[in-house]
């Protein structure tokens, strides 16, 4: 199984700690944020990621061409358009990396292993979007409405009386989807505003466009934080720190390059 994670973004709104690297290196708990999605990722069976580049591709390069996962293989996918164009370019880029379906990954999303273990369980429809569910949703997040188990729209700027959960950033794609997913932002990208639009505005015109194609899985009760801000770097210190309990005691203690 294959993973493909969007890490191209500097991550401005992280400064001053992406002022001279990208967020993925951005340490958590002695460990860059991309580590800890690697490690996550070799637990629950992947065996090949991609991780797309740009601002300081060659830290992320030299990074990834340091670690010892066995049983997954890593390598960097340069997106050079990355300065000028959101992660819907960047999906672009890797989008023969899923032809055969997979994984796409933010990547600033950490989560427990548990997470990606219940949309591998669960996923059936060709897309599949791993949701969660709160009490109060705020203008960041990506908000979803439902129909059933099927998505019927996903944006940030859906009225809060429509929102059922909010992305989490991971999606599952089967063959079927990935072909209908890369057609689908193929079309987007030609718009006047395609360079700026994130993948999921693709997601989201899919779902519309053929009801039951994209479905969602939600993860409540299971422990996953996207860093975005300084302030959202205390909470992943916090899942980290679960995160490398339940990587020791599932016997696949962290075996990378760590960053201090």
């Known amino acids: 199984m294959k993973a493909v994670i969007l890490s191209a973004g500097q991550g401005r709104r992280l400064l001053p700690y992406t002022e001279d690297r990208p967020k993925c290196l951005v340490p958590v708990e002695g460990q860059p944020i991309v580590e ?37 293989t890593v390598r960097t996918l340069f997106n050079p358009f990355f300065a000028v164009a959101d992660n819907l370019a960047s999906l672009y880029m890797a989008r023969d990396e899923l032809r055969g379906g997979g994984i796409i990954l933010n990547g600033d999303t950490l989560f427990e292993p548990a997470v990606l273990e219940r949309l591998l369980q669960e996923a059936s429809a060709p897309v599949t979007v791993t949701i969660d569910r709160k009490s109060f949703y705020d203008d960041d997040d990506m908000k979803v409405r439902l129909d059933g188990n099927r998505l019927a729209e996903i944006g940030k700027t859906l009225p809060a009386a429509n929102v059922d959960g909010e992305s989490i950033g991971m999606i599952h794609l089967d063959s079927i989807g990935a072909a209908a997913l890369d057609a689908t932002i193929c079309e987007v990208l030609r718009q006047p505003d395609g360079l700026r639009r994130w993948y999921l505005s693709a997601v989201d015109l899919l779902a519309q466009r053929q009801p039951g194609i994209v479905e969602a899985v939600s993860i409540e009760g299971f422990r996953w934080g996207e860093i975005d801000c300084p302030a959202d770097l205390q909470r992943a210190e916090a899942l980290t720190r679960d995160l490398r309990r339940i990587l020791l005691a599932a016997n696949e203690a962290p075996a990378g390059i760590t960053a201090a």
């Open 36 to 72: 800890w999605q690697l490690q996550c990722l070799r637990e629950q069976g992947v065996t090949e990621a991609v991780v797309v580049t740009g601002f300081q591709t060659q830290a992320v390069e030299a990074f990834t061409a340091q670690l010892d996962l066995p049983g997954l």
